[in-house]
């Protein structure tokens, strides 16, 4: 969908801002809100452009640069990393064969930290996409990420 008849479908108020960019990012297949959209989206909206990329830095959801299909969180906070008794980010970056922040050559994984995602009692705790997942392991990783390999 293009961006123009996304916006129209919300009211011109800035009340509408992280509405806007959530729709707007999910319905992209790189996952992320270019320099040309965020000032088309603070034009529509009536906002400052810095307004919009304040927000976008401040949400670990929003990127304002190009992701894989699939979007892997890993939790950074506290009760997580002390919950491990491995490192769920090497892991990760071992088995995808990149470090954090990068995406996969075919494009398929993007790989980030987060703050807590509010499982904490089940720790520790990664996201990919809009699925949670907990009392990781190092085998559940490689079991999950086989999941995703074969529906790619
Ligand atoms: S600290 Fe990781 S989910 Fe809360």
Redo the contacts with the bound molecule.
């Keep these: 969908m293009l961006l123009k008849d996304l916006l129209e479908k919300y009211p011109k108020k800035e009340d509408q801002l992280i509405e806007v960019l959530l729709a707007y990012q999910n319905e992209k297949n790189d996952h992320y809100i270019s320099k040309e959209e965020i000032t088309e989206i603070a034009t529509y909206l009536g906002v400052p452009e810095s307004k919009v990329c304040s927000v976008l830095s401040f949400y670990t959801f929003f990127s304002d640069k190009p992701r894989g299909k699939h979007i892997i969180q890993v939790?950074?906070?506290?009760?997580?990393?002390v919950a491990s008794d491995f490192d769920v980010v090497k892991t990760l970056e071992k088995e995808l064969g990149i470090r954090v922040n990068e995406t996969t050559k075919n494009g398929q994984f993007t790989l980030e930290l987060t703050?807590?995602?509010?499982?904490?009692e089940?720790?520790?705790?990664m996201r990919i996409d809009d699925k949670i997942y907990t009392h990781l392991s190092a085998d559940k990783i490689k079991a999950i990420l086989s999941e995703y390999k074969v529906t790619m």
């Design positions: 939790c950074k906070d506290v009760p997580c990393y703050s807590c995602l509010g499982c904490c089940s720790a520790p705790v």
